[in-house]
């Protein structure tokens, strides 16, 4: 028997779910959806056959999982509803605007034993896993630096549809938080814990709250520093894009591209002569990390396949809580005027 999803929010990641959940061949059905534009709703029902019902508590109670795909100030309501009514759910990215809430979510789906999955999709990226792959190798030697830029048009327009982003009470933030939540993930997910952060923001676009533009520099427990440029621009023709390049001791890595690439890498051999050059991208990028051993996941795919087994998945909510952590101490930063500080180590308390 297939498994019942309930969507609540239909607008432009909603679909993007609905895209991969096809994509993976799992064996589900969008049963219900709730979206306070009802239109949006009706949309997303022709696309999938879901039944457009009144409010969020039909939606779970017609789901064995739900995806919360609303603004991200309704996240934590939701995926508290949902964890009580005993669904397991995959909330998207950022959990909350701020992480007190981010705390609390996590503590309601721990409490509640549920599934829980967080939309951190590009840990699936085989761009970002190829990377990972070069940089954690032996002849790589240590990091030294990254510098990581991720540039979008801001998402108030164009096919995002995602006006609420310009609302502080809504969004919580600007790009950092609500684009590059994904890139501070990344970073010690490639490369190891943050101690350290400074940052500067701008609000070129003049609304309230929200930041178009940040520069963090952080600094890594093995010594490496990094930067991070995020920036909502008005060039809508550009595709939202990043790039990553990478120094190690031995090794440097470029990555164009964050899901399917191009990944260029040259490796020095202990003579000081090329070991190794090569690059990589789209179908190859799938077949060089399947041949290294692992193979990048479909993350709608493997949440369905672990609330089928009655099992955590990964990322899960807890997993967000490390970028949540540094989004605010890199905001407190720019508040001092870009002063470096401490980011605890490990996962953050409960106040």
């Not at 009706?42 to 609303?70: K, L």
């Not at 509640?112 to 990972?132: E, M």
Request: overall charge negative; hydrophobic content about 45%.
């Amino acid at each position: 028997m297939a498994l019942h999803l309930g969507f609540l929010g239909a607008g432009f990641i909603a679909r993007y779910h609905r895209t991969m959940l096809q994509a993976s061949g799992a064996d589900v059905q969008i049963a219900a959806v709730y979206d306070i534009e009802v239109e949006r709703a009706e949309r997303f029902s022709s696309e999938t056959g879901a039944a457009v019902v009144g409010d969020e508590t039909a939606v779970i109670e017609a789901s064995d999982a739900v995806y919360v795909c609303t603004w991200t100030s309704e996240h934590r309501r939701c995926v508290e509803a949902v964890a009580a009514a005993g669904k397991a759910v995959f909330c998207e990215k950022p959990l909350a605007p701020n992480l007190a809430d981010a705390l609390e979510m996590v503590q309601a789906v721990e409490s509640a034993g549920v599934t829980n999955q967080v939309g951190l999709v590009l840990r699936d990226s085989p761009a970002f896993c190829w990377v990972r792959h070069l940089v954690q190798r032996p002849e790589a030697g240590r990091l030294m630096t990254v510098v990581f830029r991720d540039d979008q048009y801001i998402p108030i327009q164009g096919v995002y549809e995602s006006s609420w982003r310009a609302d502080q009470a809504r969004a919580g933030s600007g790009t950092l938080l609500e684009h590059s939540i994904h890139d501070l993930d990344l970073l010690e997910w490639l490369f190891g814990p943050v101690c350290e952060v400074s940052a500067r923001t701008g609000e070129f676009h003049d609304i309230e709250g929200i930041e178009d533009l940040a520069v963090v520099t952080l600094v890594f427990e093995g010594g490496a520093v990094g930067t991070l440029t995020s920036v909502w621009h008005d060039i809508l023709g550009r595709p939202s894009q990043r790039r990553m390049e990478v120094f190690c001791e031995r090794a440097h890595v470029v990555l164009e591209g964050d899901v399917f690439g191009p990944v260029h890498w040259t490796f020095m051999g202990p003579d000081g002569e090329t070991a190794e050059r090569g690059s990589a991208e789209n179908h190859e990028l799938f077949a060089r990390c399947a041949e290294a051993g692992f193979k990048p996941r479909n993350p709608d795919g493997a949440f369905i396949e672990a609330v089928l087994a009655g099992r955590p998945a990964s990322p899960d909510c807890a997993a967000a809580l490390r970028p949540h952590l540094l989004a605010e101490v890199a905001y407190r930063s720019a508040a001092a005027g870009g002063a470096t500080l401490s980011v605890p180590p490990g996962r953050p308390a409960a106040p």
